[in-house]
């Protein structure tokens, strides 16, 4: 790369950092977003102004992500890191082991019904904890509810934040996890080492 080609993309960069944040002050950007690194891979952080509605890892793909957001919530998206700012923060906080719950706002616009209940549920498992699907089911009131629970976990769409890798299989086992079940393990290895 010469250094033409370092300063054009600087250049383009800060355009770029610009038109999101004149889109954002203009009320115009609906969803913001950034690609942060960690511990369990890049991470894709998704926001409203209300607040975080999106955390997606690498494997489950980027681009399907984004276009899942702007089917579901609104089209007009855009990277934006600065919007994202406190919740990389907490991110990285979380991953060092200083902090044990986030306070981040969240947006639960991809959730509706026993799903949403079910991701409601799941900050209440302690850091460092862990439960079984039929706890968790017991726990949103129906307690026969246990693979509807699993389904409420698996498409969660705020991981990490809204904790669904603390639940686990009734024999101990971790079950799926979407990030894959090595991060499903790196973080729960993570919170008992704290």
Excluded: W
């Amino acid at each position: 790369m010469t250094d033409t080609d370092a300063a054009l993309g600087a250049h383009l960069d800060g355009l770029r950092a610009a038109l999101a944040t004149r889109a954002d002050d203009a009320g115009l950007l609906d969803v913001a977003y950034r690609i942060v690194d960690s511990p369990v891979g890049q991470l894709l952080l998704a926001a409203t102004p209300t607040g975080l509605v999106r955390v997606a890892f690498e494997r489950q793909g980027f681009d399907a992500a984004l276009e899942a957001i702007a089917a579901a919530v609104s089209p007009r998206v855009l990277e934006a890191p600065k919007r994202l700012d406190t919740v990389a923060r907490e991110l990285d906080e979380y991953f060092a082991g200083a902090r044990r719950g986030f306070d981040v706002p969240l947006d639960h616009a991809l959730s509706r019904g026993f799903r949403l209940a079910v991701q409601q549920q799941l900050p209440r498992i302690g850091y460092g904890k862990t439960e079984t699907y039929a706890e968790v089911a017991a726990h949103v009131g129906n307690p026969r509810a246990v693979r509807a629970v699993g389904t409420a976990c698996a498409t969660n769409p705020l991981p990490i934040v809204v904790p669904c890798h603390r639940v686990l299989r009734s024999d101990g086992s971790p079950g799926g996890y979407a990030g894959g079940p090595e991060a499903k393990v790196r973080l729960l290895e993570l919170e008992r080492a704290a």
